[in-house]
């Protein structure tokens, strides 16, 4: 299976920038694109970022230009970078990797379990 540790997060002001980082490891033939979900409290869980096998990115509207998703030359972690951030931002930040684990296999998603970032007024 394939294994995702989410690193980074903590508390900072208004403003503040943060830094999350999500290595993936098992037995992986190939992962096709890695992001960034996030969950307030009483909300669902919602797309924050992706970025693909290719480096292409996608941001959702309201972090664009705020942050920034990078994938390592590896194509195994994935990074967050998170400036300016609101209070609004405050959720749990859950790594997710679109995998197969074998080259006839079928794609699956799978999920870190998920670090607090939260950002105080």
């Known amino acids: 299976q394939v294994q995702l540790v989410e690193s980074g997060g903590g508390l900072v002001q208004s403003g503040g920038s943060l830094s999350l980082s999500c290595t993936a490891s098992g037995s992986i033939f190939t992962i096709i694109a890695m992001g960034w979900y996030r969950q307030a409290p009483g909300k669902e869980r919602e797309l924050v970022a992706t970025?693909?096998?290719?480096?292409?990115?996608y941001y959702a509207d309201s972090v664009k230009g705020r942050f920034t998703i990078s994938r390592g030359d590896t194509k195994d972690t994935v990074s967050l970078q998170m400036n300016s951030l609101k209070p609004e931002d405050t959720a749990v930040y859950y790594c997710?990797?679109?995998?197969?684990?074998?080259?006839?296999?079928?794609?699956?998603?799978?999920w870190g379990q998920g670090t607090q970032v939260t950002v105080s007024a």
């Open positions: 970025v693909d096998s290719g480096h292409a990115t």
């Open positions: 997710n990797a679109y995998a197969y684990l074998t080259v006839a296999g079928t794609g699956s998603d799978y």
